[in-house]
T-cell receptor
Framework: ETGVTQTPRHLVMGMTNKKSLKCEQH?????MYWYKQSAKKPLELMFV???????ENNSVPSRFSPECPNSSHLFLHLHTLQPEDSALYLC??????????FGPGTRLTVL | AQKITQTQPGMFVQEKEAVTLDCTYD???????LFWYKQPSSGEMIFLIY??????QNATEGRYSLNFQKARKSANLVISASQLGDSAMYFC???????????????FGQGTRLTINP
């Protein structure tokens, strides 16, 4: 398998649930990113990891918790989310100075 | 702060015609990069083309070209000979100078929905 993969592709959860989104890249990149894409809004950068170290937290609420155990895997742990957190969550990887490669996204619905 | 503006929420074009998608940007960085991505209804963001701020020639990739006008701070995407499969959302994005630890940040515009009519 190549490129950037994300699981699950679709997720429906209640506000009291705890779930995790997974991202895996097979491109050998050192940086990985989480973005949120809500309806009628530009993509919003959430977190950046470079060489497994978090280098950016874009004022994201603590109910979103990222984890990067190695340079190929990135997780987004979710707990006590709100309905307004429903969105498409995109993972990307890349090398400095060039394009980022995106996964297919997880479409999250919070009931 | 960096900002990307895409003023066309939607465009409708006849198949085989050329189409230009507008993008203007604002940055105080001297070194930056500009990207265009395509997002079909499936959701995945597909990289199309890149232009560096110091590149002297406009970038081209197959049917895609980037009309880079640095003084006007514009980076329009031109698609030649449009096809039905070009129907999608198109996003312009930019990166500023590299961060302290080297990981770049991308700022995206709001996108343009392109529809190609047969």
């Amino acid at each position: 398998e190549t490129g950037v993969t994300q699981t699950p592709r679709h997720l429906v959860m209640g506000m009291t649930n705890k779930k995790s989104l997974k991202c895996e890249q097979h491109l050998g990149h050192n940086a990985m990113y989480w973005y949120k894409q809500s309806a009628k809004k530009p993509l919003e950068l959430m977190f950046v990891y470079n060489f497994k170290e978090q280098t950016e937290n874009n004022s994201v609420p603590s109910r979103f918790s990222p984890e990067c155990p190695n340079s190929s895997h990135l997780f987004l742990h979710l707990h006590t989310l709100q309905p307004e957190d429903s969105a498409l969550y995109l993972c990307a990887s890349g090398e400095q100075g060039r394009e980022q490669f995106f996964g297919p996204g997880t479409r999250l619905t919070v009931l | 702060a960096q900002k990307i503006t895409q003023t066309q929420p939607g465009m409708f074009v006849q198949e085989k015609e050329a189409v230009t998608l507008d993008c203007t940007y604002d940055t105080s960085d001297q070194s930056y990069g500009l990207f265009w991505y395509k997002q079909p209804s499936s959701g995945e963001m597909i990289f199309l083309i890149y232009q560096g701020s110091y590149d002297e020639q406009n970038a081209t990739e197959g049917r895609y070209s980037l009309n880079f006008q640095k003084a006007r701070k514009s980076a329009n995407l031109v698609i030649s000979a449009s096809q039905l499969g070009d129907s999608a959302m198109y996003f312009c994005a930019m990166r500023g100078r590299l961060g302290v630890q080297g990981a770049q940040k991308l700022v995206f515009g709001q996108g343009t929905r392109l529809t190609i009519n047969p």
